[in-house]
């Protein structure tokens, strides 16, 4: 299977805490991304990492990449009621398809 | 455009009824894809062109769904003899060529399929 499994399913958080989601897949890959879904919404990009980086940043959100454990994470810090969503990872390998997990489902409570 | 542009947004088809789904991907990117999103779960790859070209359509579910981009812009999503299963949000996208950010991949805002 191409696609990435995203870890926890569901997490709920208060404002202002940090959120940490997790993602794993089973192919080896060109780079892995981050999008996220609002309730009744397309999804947006919001971080790519290639196989050769370890760590990236993008304003608020941390992504890490380990290719020997096939896996990656994101953290999102100083979490605002904004970003309350739901967050894919999609592992890339040389095709040219993005395939998806279900997702984490993030809950920010002001 | 702006953005990739689906329609119509919603669509309620009686069970057997035919349906289309346009889309119309960001002007100059020439890839697009077909995503079919059921409530709660993630997008399911269904198909993807390369302009004009269908280069996988391993993830269309029956023989119900037929795709179409005859000129490499707009594509068209076609089920035939909907059913209750085919209920859910079709996502459109588009991703412009290798080299030129064709990493990202960016997405329309779905057209929500009711079958009744």
């Known amino acids: 299977s191409q696609q990435g499994e995203e870890d926890p399913q569901a997490l709920s958080i208060q404002e202002g805490e940090n959120a940490t989601m997790n993602c794993s897949y089973k192919?080896?890959?060109?780079?892995l991304q981050w999008y996220r879904q609002n309730s009744g919404r397309g999804l947006v990009h919001l971080i790519l990492i290639r196989s050769n980086e370890r760590e990236k940043h993008s304003g608020r959100l941390r992504v890490t990449l380990d290719t020997s454990k096939k896996s990656s994470s994101l953290l999102i810090t100083a979490s605002r009621a904004a970003d309350t969503a739901s967050y894919f990872c999609a592992p890339r390998t040389g095709a040219n398809n993005l395939f998806f997990g279900t997702g984490t489902r993030l809950t920010v409570i002001p | 455009g702006a953005g990739v542009s689906q329609s119509p947004r919603y669509k309620v088809a009686k069970r057997g009824q035919d349906v289309a789904l346009r889309c119309d991907p960001i002007?100059?990117?020439?890839?697009l894809f077909w995503y079919q999103q059921a409530l709660g779960q993630g997008p399911e790859f269904l198909t993807y062109?390369?302009?004009?070209?269908?280069?996988?359509k391993s993830g269309l579910p029956s023989d119900r769904f037929f795709a179409e981009r005859p000129e490499g812009s707009v594509s068209t999503l076609k089920i035939q003899r909907t059913q209750q299963e085919d209920s859910a949000v079709y996502l459109c996208?588009?991703?412009?060529?290798?080299?030129?950010?064709?990493?990202?991949?960016?997405f329309g805002e779905g057209s929500w399929l009711t079958v009744v």
């Open positions: 996208a588009s991703s412009p060529p290798a080299g030129g950010g064709g990493n990202t991949i960016y």
């Open positions: 192919t080896s890959i060109n780079n």
């Open positions: 002007s100059g990117h020439v890839s």
């Open positions: 062109f390369q302009n004009e070209a269908q280069l996988d």
